[in-house]
């Protein structure tokens, strides 16, 4: 039975992997390797390693997905304020 859940986790893990790899929007990309956190922590509770999911559950799942949407957001408010593409010119006056 445990060899079944872990084959299950892999092929989750192997799918998850795929849609991210395959995605180019960068929001959708996050949730994916979020989905793909959660997919790693599932194969490491099947794996017998608690201590390793709990570590993916926190950073995979959660930290790095909102790391990336908050850097997302950022670029695209500073990209769509109107200065321009250059931001090296952007802060002297001409």
Same mark, same amino acid.
């Given at each position: 039975?445990?060899?079944?859940?872990?084959?299950?986790? !892999?092929?989750?893990?192997?799918?998850?992997?795929?849609?991210?790899?395959?995605?180019?929007?960068?929001? +959708?990309?996050? !949730?994916?390797?979020?989905?793909?956190?959660?997919?790693? &922590?599932?194969?490491?509770?099947?794996?017998?390693?608690?201590?390793?999911?709990?570590?993916? !559950?926190?950073?995979?799942? &959660?930290?790095?997905? !909102?790391?990336?949407?908050?850097?997302?957001?950022?670029?695209? +408010?500073?990209?769509?304020?109107?200065?321009?593409?250059?931001?090296?010119?952007?802060?002297?006056? +001409?």
């Amino acid at each position: 039975m445990t060899e079944v859940l872990i084959v299950v986790a !892999l092929l989750l893990v192997a799918g998850a992997a795929t849609a991210a790899v395959l995605n180019r929007d960068p929001v +959708r990309q996050a !949730l994916v390797l979020s989905f793909l956190g959660l997919a790693l &922590a599932l194969l490491f509770t099947f794996l017998q390693a608690p201590d390793v999911a709990l570590s993916q !559950l926190a950073v995979g799942s &959660a930290v790095t997905p !909102l790391m990336i949407l908050l850097t997302v957001r950022k670029v695209r +408010r500073r990209s769509g304020n109107g200065r321009g593409g250059d931001e090296t010119t952007a802060g002297r006056e +001409r």
